[in-house]
């Protein structure tokens, strides 16, 4: 191999080389050191969808250092001497030809990074960073794909309890509550949906108006996301290297999406799908944030990237809203089943929960003007319909003003309670018990016995994905059978559910009939998922044998070489109860 590329050439009367290239005679002296670093990006980032990937954090992590530990996407921080950075601050004075920087935390601390979302956790030491390592892994299955690692809660907490914290009407609250539980003034602990002290909440620097996180239920380990609904503050740092810059506190609003928020819910369901996680979110969004600055800050595009987190979610995905809370509009639309139905279900607290495009003042003063509100009166208000006749009548003109001094008086006095109909009217088309009975939302459900109804539920989700991917597994033989969907194998499941005696449509619904029934009919699921194969076998060799024309003569010919190679590798019994089948099958 060249160490280098040389060209003659004459110089004051004398013949030497003159050198072009500088080939080396060691490897890695330059670019192949970058063409390493992006075969280790690609690999890296085709990692977080094969299985599970995390980095910790615990020193100076620089140039494709950096890009790696946001290629794994999950990371812990160590909150000392841990910065990720692009450049070094020394290299970044020398660029600016001043001291702008005095450390690397100012670039790449837990301050930036665990504020901006790229940081999941920071913790204080090599010990805390490494339990909360360890901490995280323990609700992940041990492959993809595989069973969900669920402990044993008893001793700590109980499956079917109550829920005793409920929130408040019109009073904001921590969201963590809901799924923790707190204690009272009194000292007393109320309790949450989830088991008593598996939540750990992730990426709590960044958005701060969206709860994200991981916790089991009756010790199946599951992601959450939930609604802040006070107001939080977004701090913009301001950079040493802009003298005119300074920092920027923005108030947010609770119970609205913004920029970063969207962007934060987004990467939390991508997440837990590449963990293999059950999702629940506990929803109570009014919208998305839309004025200028949060259009110019790509609101839009963050938006949708939930719903394309949502398309490629395999796990069951529940969407909840609480007691108290609401979806309306564009937070709806981002959150409707009928995205990915095959995985979706929503569901509302009975009662006090709210859906719909607009709140209900706005649905009134949009539906119910004024003048509209008038009309009703003169239909539904004795006094004033006594006045219209007595108008109608009269034909003396001081007597007609006074009556229609008399009817505005009225009008008046019954505009305000007439306001509050109207809102209250708008407000009872968004009630949980008309979304169910438009077909928007699964079941409404008892917030009190919300965590026994949906630990029964997550229960039956699974065993029903689990047969599911067996169904699905079973239909794949070829190109010529259409393969299943999702939600085709579940009306196939359904279908043996109610070929089984005794067992009827509404039992279908009832999650421990359901999973009562796949327990007690495990061989006989078994043996259906055979019989399918074997069907969708049949299926597609005779499609290819009856196709007609080349199809069927390249297809027939394929088959029995097919048969023929597979024979040669058949021992002499094999071989013989094989061409007694042929014979039964064929009536040769």
């Not at 019989?531 to 290819?544: A, H, N, P």
Request: glycine residues 8%; charged residues 25%.
């Amino acid at each position: 191999k060249d160490e280098l590329n040389a060209v003659p050439m004459t110089l004051d009367g004398q013949q030497v080389y003159k050198i072009t290239d500088i080939i080396g005679s060691e490897p890695d002296l330059g670019v192949e050191n970058l063409k390493g670093s992006g075969l280790i990006a690609g690999e890296t980032s085709a990692a977080y969808n094969d299985i599970f990937t995390m980095t910790v954090v615990l020193g100076r992590t620089v140039g494709i250092g950096a890009y790696l530990v946001r290629l794994g996407q999950r990371t812990i921080q160590k909150t000392t001497a841990s910065p990720i950075i692009l450049t070094g601050y020394q290299a970044l004075n020398k660029l600016m030809g001043c001291d702008v920087y005095s450390t690397n935390d100012q670039l790449g601390g837990p301050g930036i990074m665990y504020s901006n979302g790229v940081s999941h956790l920071a913790e204080p030491d090599h010990l805390r960073a490494v339990i909360a390592a360890v901490e995280w892994l323990s609700f992940v299955p041990s492959s993809r794909g595989g069973l969900l690692p669920i402990t044993d809660i008893r001793g700590v907490d109980e499956i079917e309890r109550p829920i005793e914290f409920c929130p408040s009407p019109n009073t904001p609250y921590d969201p963590r509550y809901l799924i923790t539980g707190c204690e009272n003034e009194d000292g007393k602990w109320l309790s949450g949906f989830f088991d008593k002290g598996s939540f750990q909440e992730a990426l709590s620097g960044w958005a701060k108006t969206v709860v994200i996180g991981r916790a089991r239920l009756g010790g199946i380990p599951m992601g959450v996301i939930a609604t802040e609904n006070r107001t939080a503050e977004a701090i913009k740092p301001a950079d040493p290297a802009d003298v005119k810059a300074s920092e920027a506190v923005i108030q947010q609003a609770g119970c609205v999406w913004f920029p970063n928020s969207a962007y934060k819910t987004a990467q939390a369901i991508n997440d837990f799908r590449t963990e293999d996680l059950p999702l629940i979110i506990f929803a109570n969004w009014r919208g998305f944030s839309g004025g200028q600055r949060d259009m110019f800050d790509e609101v839009l595009k963050y938006g949708s990237l939930i719903v394309d987190a949502f398309v490629a979610y395999e796990q069951p995905v529940f969407v909840f809203i609480p007691p108290y809370a609401e979806i309306r509009g564009g937070a709806w639309v981002v959150l409707d089943a009928s995205i990915n139905a095959s995985v979706m279900e929503m569901y509302a607290s009975k009662g006090s929960a709210r859906g719909g495009v607009l709140e209900a003042n706005g649905a009134a003063s949009v539906k119910y003007r004024t003048k509209d509100l008038i009309i009703t009166m003169h239909r539904l208000d004795d006094k004033l319909k006594s006045l219209d006749a007595q108008l109608k009548t009269t034909e003396d003109t001081g007597e007609v003003v006074s009556i229609k001094a008399a009817i505005s008086d009225r009008e008046k006095s019954l505009l305000p309670v007439y306001e509050q109909i109207a809102v209250q009217f708008c407000d009872l088309h968004d009630t949980p018990c008309r979304m169910k009975a438009v077909g928007v939302i699964e079941n409404d459900v008892e917030w009190r016995n919300a965590r026994t109804y949906f630990f029964w539920r997550l229960r039956r989700k699974l065993a029903e994905f689990d047969l599911r991917k067996k169904m699905i597994a079973a239909a794949d033989v070829g190109r010529g059978v259409k393969a299943l969907t999702p939600l085709e194998a579940s009306a196939i499941m359904k279908g043996w559910f109610l070929e089984t005696p005794g067992m009827t449509a509404a039992m279908w619904s009832d999650d421990k009939v359901m999973l009562q029934w796949m327990a007690e009919s495990n061989h006989l699921l078994e043996d259906k998922v055979i019989q399918l194969t074997r069907d969708c076998v049949v299926q597609e060799v005779y499609q290819v044998m009856t196709a007609g024309g080349n199809t069927a003569v390249v297809g027939t010919s394929g088959i029995v070489e097919g048969i023929a190679r597979a024979c040669q590798t058949m021992n002499a019994e094999e071989k013989e109860k094989f061409k007694a089948m042929l014979k039964a099958s064929l009536q040769l």
